[in-house]
C-alpha cells in the first residue's frame, strides 16, 4: 500500500515537475515570442520607410571664397506640404566650424564675387519666376537685382566685380500663317492651333518650346536693365568666362545655318561686349565648351571631343594657348571622359573631374608637358538621389578644393579634400538615418558569360541580412544606356530592400567609367550581350547563396526599361516585371521621341525607312509573342522621351497575347517621374505591390538555403 502510495506521490510529483517545465517552457517561449516580436517591430520601426524620404538632405554646388576659407554651398531638401525639393544657401568655414545660412529665404547656384564680399545667387519668388539676388556679407543684407521675363543661368562675375553677365532665353515672335477673324464679343472659340515648322519643337519636362534661343547677357552688378551682347543664330549656348581685361566673355555656342541637324558641333568664341563681334577659337566637328579663362589670361581651357557619330565619346580637357593658337590635349592618355575645367591660381595647373568605375574623381594636371596627373579627391557624387548614379561637384581655389562627397549609405555630404584623404565638414543627414537599420551594399564583380569580361556591380542586402539564408532578388537596371551607377546613395534601393528583397544593380556593356571601348560595345547593338552581363550577375548571386532563384524580379528605368522588356522576351526566370518609361519600338520611338534626332547616325547606322530591320530587331515589341512574365508599364504621362505610346503598344500586346500586365499611368510627369518625392514613392509602391502579387512566399523574407534548389 505504502509502496503504492508512494509510487503514486512520485508519479503525482513526476507529472506536476513536467507541468512546471512545460508551463516554465511555455512562459519562456511567450516571453522569447514576445521578444521577437518586440525586436522585429524595432527593426522595421528602425528601417528606411517612405516618409523617411522627406527627411533628407543633401549638398551640392559647392564654391570656395577668393580667400579659401569659406565654402557657400546649395543645401537640398524636399518640401512635404508643396511636394517638391526645395533649396538653400548655407555657408560653413573651412575648418568645418560655423554653419550657418546666408539668407532666411530660398536660393541656389552661389556665386562669390571677386573681393569675397558678396554673394550672388537665383531664387524663385511667388509670382516672376527665378530672379538675381546679392547679398552683402558685412551688412548682412540681401537685394533682388532684377526682374526678368526669363529664367537666368550662367551667372559669372566680371575680373572687376562691376558686371554680371548671363544667358537668357530670348523669344522670337513666330509667323502668323493664316489671320483669324475677330470673335464676337462673348463668343467662345475654340483655343488657337499650334503651328509647328521646327525640327526641335518639344522637350521631355518643357513640352512644345516657344520659337527662340538663348542669348548672352551683361548688367551691372549693382543692379540694372540686363543688356543683349549676341545676336543672331547662337544656339546651345554653355558656359561663361570674362576675359582678364573684363571687356570679352568667352562663350560656347552653335552658330551653324544647319545648327538644327548640326546640334552637337559647337565651337568656343570670344564677344566683345562694346560691339558684339565673335572670334572663334576652335574649328573642327564635335562639341567644344565649357570655356575658363586661366588667372594670367594666357590660357583657355575647355572641354570637347571629336563626333564620330558613336554612342559615347569620351570628353577631353583641352588648352588653348591665346597669343600661339596652340591648342593642346590635356587629357590625352585618359580613358575616360573629363569634365568640369577649373584653373589653379597660379595657371600651372587645370583641376577637372573624371568617373571611375561609377565614382567621381577630382584631378590636378599640371599643364607642362609630360607631368603625371595627381588624384585630389575620390568618392565624388551622391546627387543623383533617387537611384545610385554616378556624378559629383567640387570647386577649387586659394588651394582649397571641396567637393560632394559620396557612400552608399549617405546622400551627398561636403567634403574638403586634404593630403591623400579628406575631412567631411557636414553629417546632414546623421538625424535621419544614423538610427536607421540601412542595406548594407556590396560590390561584386564577375566574368559576363558572353565574352568572360569582367563586369563590377553592387548588391544591396536587406537589413538583418542572415548568411545562409536566400531572399527575393530584384534586379535593377540604370537608364541612359550610357550612364553609370556607383557607390553612392539610392532611396529607391534602399526603400526596396527594406521591403526584404535583395536589389542587385549592374554596370553592364555599355555603361560609362570603363573606358571608351566598353561603352561602345553595344554600338549600333542596343539591347544585345548586355543581357548576358545583367543575367550573369544574377547568376552570381544566386550561387553565393544569396539569392533565392526561384523568387526574381526584374525592373527598370528608361535604358533599364527597355532591357526589362527585352529580358523577358529572352526568358522565363523572372517571376515579375516592371519597365518603367521603356522604349518598346524603336521604329516609333524615332518618330516620336523628343531625340529622335539622335537615333541615326548615333544609335543605327541608317534611318528607319532605309533599313527598317535593324530597327525592329532591336525592339521588344516584335518578341512580345515570346513573353509569359507578368509585365507592369510605368510611366509618365507628359513624357516625350520614351512617349506613353510606347507604354502603351506593349501593354496592349500582352494583353492581345493574354500576359498578366499593368499600365500605369503618372499624371503630369515627364521622363523625369521621380523629380517629385510623392512620385518617387508613388513608383517604388506600386513596383513593390507589382511584384508581391507575383511572388508565391510574399512574407517570407528569407529562407534556408538548405531548402531552396539552386
Same mark, same amino acid.
Given at each position: ?5 508512494? !509510487?503514486?506521490? %512520485?508519479i ?15 512562459? /519562456? ?20 520607410? +517612405? ?12 564654391? *570656395? ?17 508643396r511636394?517638391?525639393?526645395?533649396a538653400?544657401?548655407?555657408?560653413? +568655414?573651412?575648418n ?7 539668407t +532666411? ?16 545667387? #537665383? ?10 539676388? %546679392? ?20 551667372? #559669372? ?15 522670337t515672335?513666330?509667323?502668323?500663317m493664316?489671320? %483669324?477673324?475677330?470673335?464676337?464679343k ?5 483655343p ?25 547677357? =551683361? ?6 536693365t ?10 546651345y549656348?554653355s ?8 571687356k570679352a &566673355? ?9 545648327w538644327?541637324?548640326?546640334?552637337r ?6 564677344v ?8 572663334q ?10 570655356p =575658363? ?18 554612342g559615347?565619346?569620351?570628353? /577631353?580637357i ?7 593658337g ?13 569634365s ?18 561609377g ?7 599640371s599643364?607642362?608637358?609630360d607631368?603625371?596627373?595627381? *588624384?585630389?579627391a ?27 562627397y559620396?557612400?552608399? &549609405?549617405?546622400?551627398?555630404?561636403l ?21 536607421? /537599420? ?24 536587406p537589413?538583418?541580412?542572415?548568411a ?14 550610357y550612364?553609370?551607377y ?6 529607391e ?8 528583397y ?20 553595344? /554600338?549600333?547593338?542596343?539591347p544585345?550581350?548586355?543581357y548576358?552581363?545583367l ?11 544569396w ?21 523577358? #522576351?529572352?526568358t522565363?526566370r ?24 539622335? !537615333? ?5 547606322a541608317?534611318?528607319p525607312?532605309?533599313d527598317?530591320?535593324?530597327?525592329l ?43 498578366k ?6 499624371p503630369?510627369?515627364s ?8 512620385n518617387l ?5 506600386y ?8 511572388d ?15
Open positions: 500500500m505504502s509502496m503504492h502510495v508512494s !509510487m503514486q506521490v %512520485m503525482l510529483l513526476g507529472c506536476c515537475s513536467l507541468l512546471f517545465s512545460a508551463s516554465f517552457a511555455t512562459a /519562456q517561449n511567450v516571453v522569447s515570442g514576445a521578444k521577437q516580436e518586440a525586436e522585429a517591430a524595432a527593426t522595421v520601426a528602425a528601417t528606411f520607410t +517612405d516618409l523617411d524620404l522627406f527627411n533628407l538632405e543633401w549638398a551640392s554646388d559647392p564654391r *570656395v571664397s577668393p580667400d579659401g576659407k569659406t565654402i557657400a554651398y546649395t543645401r537640398n531638401s524636399y518640401d512635404i506640404m511636394d517638391r525639393s526645395t538653400r544657401i548655407w555657408l560653413i +568655414d573651412r568645418g566650424d560655423n554653419h550657418r545660412p546666408l +532666411d529665404r530660398a536660393g541656389r547656384a552661389p556665386r562669390w564675387s571677386p573681393d569675397g564680399q558678396r554673394i550672388v545667387f #537665383t531664387a524663385g519668388t511667388p509670382d516672376e519666376g527665378t530672379e538675381v539676388f %546679392m547679398h552683402w556679407l558685412a551688412d548682412n543684407r540681401t537685394a533682388r537685382l532684377t526682374q526678368l521675363p526669363e529664367t537666368p543661368g550662367a551667372l #559669372t562675375w566680371s575680373p572687376d566685380g562691376e558686371q554680371l553677365a548671363m544667358i537668357l532665353f530670348t523669344p515672335a513666330a509667323d502668323a493664316i489671320k %483669324m477673324p475677330s470673335a464676337p462673348g463668343a467662345k472659340w475654340a488657337n492651333a499650334k503651328l509647328i515648322e521646327s525640327l526641335h519643337y518639344r522637350s521631355d519636362g518643357r513640352g512644345f518650346l516657344r520659337e527662340g534661343t538663348s542669348h548672352v547677357y =551683361v548688367m551691372p552688378a549693382d543692379g540694372g540686363p543688356r543683349q551682347v549676341t545676336s543672331g543664330i547662337f544656339r549656348v558656359g561663361l568666362s570674362w576675359s582678364d581685361d573684363g &566673355l568667352f562663350v560656347s555656342a552653335n552658330r551653324r545655318e544647319d538644327e541637324r548640326q546640334t558641333d559647337t565651337e568656343i568664341y570670344r566683345e561686349l562694346d560691339t558684339g563681334t565673335f572670334s577659337l576652335t574649328e573642327r566637328y564635335g562639341p567644344d565648351t565649357s =575658363v579663362l586661366s588667372p594670367d589670361g594666357t590660357y583657355l581651357a575647355y572641354t570637347g571631343y571629336d563626333d564620330r557619330a558613336m559615347y565619346h569620351n570628353s /577631353q583641352h588648352v588653348l594657348n591665346l597669343a600661339s596652340e591648342d593642346r590635349v590635356l587629357t590625352a592618355g585618359l580613358d575616360r571622359g573629363a568640369r575645367p577649373i584653373w589653379s591660381d597660379n595657371s600651372r595647373g587645370v583641376y577637372y573631374a573624371y568617373t571611375e568605375e565614382a567621381d574623381r577630382v584631378v590636378y594636371q599643364i607642362k608637358a607631368q603625371p596627373s595627381r *588624384v585630389v575620390n568618392n565624388v557624387g551622391g546627387l543623383a538621389m533617387t537611384r545610385p548614379y554616378s556624378g559629383g561637384q567640387f570647386h577649387s581655389a586659394a588651394g582649397t578644393t571641396v567637393f560632394t559620396s557612400t552608399p &549609405l549617405r546622400p551627398a555630404e567634403a574638403v579634400a586634404e593630403g591623400k584623404g579628406h575631412r567631411l565638414l557636414t553629417a546632414l543627414n546623421e538625424d535621419a538615418l544614423a538610427h536607421k /537599420q540601412l542595406a548594407q551594399i556590396e560590390a561584386i564583380r564577375f566574368p559576363s558569360s558572353h565574352d568572360d569580361r569582367s563586369v563590377q556591380a553592387w548588391v544591396a542586402k537589413p538583418g541580412f542572415e545562409g539564408k536566400r531572399y527575393p532578388l530584384i534586379l535593377e537596371i540604370h537608364g541612359g544606356p550612364a553609370a556607383g557607390p553612392h546613395w539610392g532611396s534601393i534602399q526603400l526596396m530592400a527594406a521591403a526584404g535583395l536589389v542587385l544593380y549592374v554596370n553592364p556593356r555599355g555603361s560609362t567609367s570603363y573606358g571608351d571601348e566598353f561603352a561602345n560595345l553595344i /554600338q549600333h547593338d542596343y544585345g550581350d548586355d548576358y552581363d543575367i550573369s550577375a544574377v547568376d552570381y548571386v544566386i550561387e553565393q547563396g539569392a533565392d532563384a526561384e523568387r526574381l524580379f526584374v525592373t527598370g528605368g528608361s535604358g533599364g526599361g527597355i532591357l526589362s522588356a527585352w529580358i523577358i #522576351t529572352r522565363d523572372f517571376r515579375a516585371a516592371v519597365a518603367q518609361k521603356p522604349v518598346i519600338n524603336w521604329y516609333s520611338m524615332t518618330y516620336t521621341s523628343d531625340m529622335y534626332t539622335s !537615333m541615326f547616325p548615333y544609335w543605327f541608317k534611318p525607312w532605309e527598317p530591320m535593324p530597327y530587331n532591336r525592339s521588344p515589341i516584335q518578341f512580345v509573342d515570346q513573353v509569359n512574365t507578368p509585365t507592369m508599364l510605368l510611366t509618365g504621362e507628359q513624357d516625350w522621351r520614351t512617349p506613353m505610346s510606347e507604354s502603351e503598344q506593349f501593354y496592349q500586346a500582352l494583353q492581345l497575347n493574354g500576359v500586365s499593368a499600365l500605369v499611368r503618372i503630369e510627369s521622363h523625369a517621374i521621380s523629380a517629385r518625392p510623392s514613392l508613388r513608383k517604388v509602391k513596383i513593390l505591390a507589382w511584384f508581391a502579387r507575383h508565391s512566399s510574399p512574407q517570407t523574407a528569407g529562407e534556408s538555403a538548405e531548402d531552396i534548389k539552386p
